[in-house]
């Protein structure tokens, strides 16, 4: 799994990432209960290129808006069923990407309303008779900034990605893992759930380097993340480089059994990659010892607790000739 989840899982990445405004492809949603208004804003916007869909009431807009994610909204002060303030409320409340702009319309232009539009979280407001060439400038415009927030979003994505990756392996760091870890941690102690945890370390890493060299013992290390990585198939589960030669996988919802099995497979599968290792005291291949603990955890109790059983495990199955795991088990 890769760790951006964890910090923009409420981000429609597919939305935010358009780069160029191209007319064809902007999606704009016209909410108005006046089917005449409806119909002259469409024809014009569509000579413009725009893709128009319209409501006529609240409760219908937010249902297009749900299914459809229009790039911008044109929306009325009044509507049949909420007025236009409320449906902004709740417009906002289903824009994942907190990037959409809402433009209003009104009958008048009065202080009250203008206040009221922008407290609401609209971008714009103007008033009816609306000014055709003057709305298609604002739009224009709006748009524009629309799209250099989105931008922003995203490199501001990418640099948090990048605080919590690894730049060798491309996995979660340590604080990836940490801020993970805690995460799910409570959640399972909500849920009342089993919560597995396995730290693997590569069998004489150090003999490892000091015989072929850091650049070999680099993509040694980027090999055993990738397989590790193949095999964790549940987008809630996550693989992260724990320390220099060590791995760990998170495993929420996982009980005793589901987190032996796959110990014993990822061990299985690194040696079968057969990764040439001559001065190893085990095997002639990379070979990896793991530790494993699992539990349910309390509410409000520390997730310390599990790395530490793990990490005793860990010391354990290394204790006891490495190329080997061994769990522990506590309540």
């Known amino acids: 799994m890769s760790i951006c989840r964890s910090c923009c899982q409420s981000i429609r990445e597919k939305e935010i990432i358009k780069t160029v405004i191209q ?7 016209i909410i108005d209960y006046e089917a005449i208004i409806r119909k002259i804003l469409r024809l014009y916007l569509e000579q413009e290129g725009y893709q128009i869909v319209e409501a006529q009431s609240g409760t219908e807009a937010l249902s297009i808006f749900e299914k459809q994610h229009p790039d911008i909204v044109i929306l009325d002060t009044i509507l049949p069923d909420m007025d236009g303030f409320e449906c902004c409320i709740q417009l906002q409340s289903l824009d994942e990407s907190k990037c959409t702009p809402i433009l209003m319309i009104a009958d008048i232009e ?4 203008v206040d009221r539009a922008f407290e609401m ?6 008033t009816k008779p609306i000014h055709l060439p003057m709305l298609r400038q604002r739009i224009k415009r709006i748009l524009e900034q629309s799209q250099l927030q989105k931008k922003l979003i995203v490199k501001n994505l990418e640099l948090q990605r990048l605080v919590i990756i690894d730049e060798l392996t491309q996995v979660a760091n340590r604080r990836g893992f940490e801020e993970y870890l805690a995460q799910e941690w409570q959640r399972m102690a909500r849920e009342q759930q089993p919560f597995s945890l396995i730290i693997w370390d590569v069998d004489f890493f150090k003999s490892y380097n000091d015989t072929y060299g850091h650049l070999s013992g680099d993509r040694c290390l980027k090999e055993i993340a990738k397989t590790i990585k193949n095999f964790l198939k549940r987008s809630t589960d996550l693989i992260a480089r724990y320390g220099g030669e060590e791995f760990a996988a998170i495993l929420p919802n996982t009980d005793v059994e589901g987190a032996t099995s796959l110990a014993q497979t990822i061990c299985s599968a690194i040696r079968t990659l057969a990764i040439p290792h001559r001065n190893s005291l085990v095997s002639s291949h990379v070979t990896l010892s ?3 603990a699992t539990a349910i955890p309390s509410p409000g109790s520390d997730f310390e607790q599990i790395i530490l059983a793990a990490d005793q495990s860990l010391y354990q199955a290394k204790a006891a000739g490495r190329n ?8």
């Open 110 to 113: 009065d202080d009250q309303s």
């Open 23 to 29: 007319t064809n492809q902007i999606l704009i949603l």
């Open 324 to 331: 080997r795991f061994l769990h522990n088990s506590y309540h």
């Open 121 to 126: 979280g609209a971008i714009d407001y103007f």
């Open 290 to 292: 793991a530790g494993l």
